[in-house]
T-cell receptor, first 115, second 115 residues
Framework: AQKITQTQPGMFVQEKEAVTLDCTYD???????LFWYKQPSSGEMIFLIY??????QNATEGRYSLNFQKARKSANLVISASQLGDSAMYFC????????????FGKGTLLTVNP | NAGVTQTPKFQVLKTGQSMTLQCAQD?????MSWYRQDPGMGLRLIHY???????DQGEVPNGYNVSRSTTEDFPLRLLSAAPSQTSVYFC??????????????FGPGTRLTVT
């Protein structure tokens, strides 16, 4: 069984500073993928970034980067230069290998960006 | 191109009533899924489908039925609603290819309250 753990229920950051949201995972699959999604107060799920287990480079998408440490089974999201619009719930999720395209989600971290 | 649409946006049911949550996509994606989101629980997979005529259970399938007669539609049926099914329901699709092809495209959600 797969498991995603997000240990930070809430985080605060000052505008323009960087913030790291933690995610650890557990799986017995050799091939898997890790996602981060953003859910603003309006409720929609917004894809941010993806990292495959065999990807050698850490994924980056604009101000988002994924700090992937395979041996430690961690996939932390780093947001650089935080903006007020980054205030939202953030979910880490994993897909299994093989033909398993189902996602397992963590419980989320609520990020608040202060002006 | 509407992406993933869900109807209704909001619904209130009495215990024991039945209803169908609709999900439709116009992206010709093979894979479709239903998730529920409860406070503090993240998203949990209810049922999924890897193509027309093929469905399978996810993590929390009890009390829900699905069918997939076309690529475009994946309705979720509540047979006899219970207060424990009060939740926000998300439909999602993906193409099932490598890399970002595994990205799930989420619908806007249906907020269901069972009294």
């Amino acid at each position: 069984a797969q498991k995603i753990t997000q240990t930070q229920p809430g985080m605060f950051v000052q505008e323009k500073e960087a913030v790291t949201l933690d995610c650890t995972y557990d799986t017995s699959d050799q091939s898997y993928g890790l996602f981060w999604y953003k859910q603003p107060s309006s409720g929609e799920m917004i894809f941010l970034i993806y990292q495959g287990s065999y990807d050698e480079q850490n994924a980056t998408e604009g101000r988002y980067s994924l700090n992937f440490q395979k041996a430690r089974k961690s996939a932390n999201l780093v947001i650089s230069a935080s903006q007020l619009g980054d205030s939202a719930m953030y979910f880490c999720a994993m897909r299994g290998g093989g033909s398993n395209y189902k996602l397992t989600f963590g419980k989320g971290t609520l990020l608040t960006v202060n002006p | 191109n509407a992406g993933v649409t869900q109807t209704p946006k909001f619904q209130v049911l009495k215990t024991g009533q039945s209803m169908t949550l609709q999900c439709a996509q116009d992206m010709n994606h093979e894979y479709m899924s239903w998730y529920r989101q409860d406070p503090g629980m993240g998203l949990r997979l209810i049922h999924y489908s890897v193509g027309a005529g093929i469905t399978d259970q996810g993590e929390v399938p009890n009390g829900y039925n699905v069918s997939r007669s076309t690529t475009e539609d994946f309705p979720l049926r509540l047979l006899s609603a219970a207060p424990s099914q009060t939740s926000v329901y998300f439909c999602a699709t993906n193409r099932g290819l490598r890399g970002r092809g595994y990205e799930q495209y989420f619908g806007p959600g249906t907020r269901l309250t069972v009294t």
